[in-house]
């Protein structure tokens, strides 16, 4: 019996797809390194990327693994820097560039579109 146009039995919820786990697992991964949770987040990025390969999120974790190894870079950049004192300017270039493509991934993620160059250093 339904009572003023609303149906008599609610619809039943659908199970998720392969497509909408892999988006839900870019997303962690993406939320993962924006909280400081590098480590976490490249070894999700490592063993999920077999399972989505031929999808648009095997893009998303490529980009992700490549965004830690780069950081890591930035790092090791910093620390040679600092005999002559220029290791929070690299710091500081390299956590503003993590931050924008770490959050132009969580976007692209979120609106389950793929990313456009996964292994390139830019956005």
Request: glycine residues 8%; aromatic residues 12%; positive net charge.
């Amino acid at each position: 019996m339904s009572f003023a146009g609303i149906p008599a039995t609610a619809p039943t919820p659908t199970a998720p797809t392969q497509g909408d786990k892999a988006r839900l697992w870019s997303i962690l991964v993406h939320l993962l390194y924006l909280v400081g949770a590098f480590p976490l987040g490249l070894v999700m990025a490592y063993i999920k990327r077999p399972d989505f390969a031929g999808t648009i999120y095997e893009g998303h974790m490529t980009f992700a693994i490549r965004t830690f190894w780069i950081c890591a870079l930035f790092t090791l950049c910093a620390l040679a820097l600092r005999v002559v004192g220029m290791e929070f300017i690299t710091l500081f270039i390299g956590s503003i560039w993590a931050v924008v493509r770490v959050v132009v991934a969580l976007t692209r993620a979120i609106d389950a579109k793929p990313i456009l160059n996964p292994q390139g250093w830019v956005i």
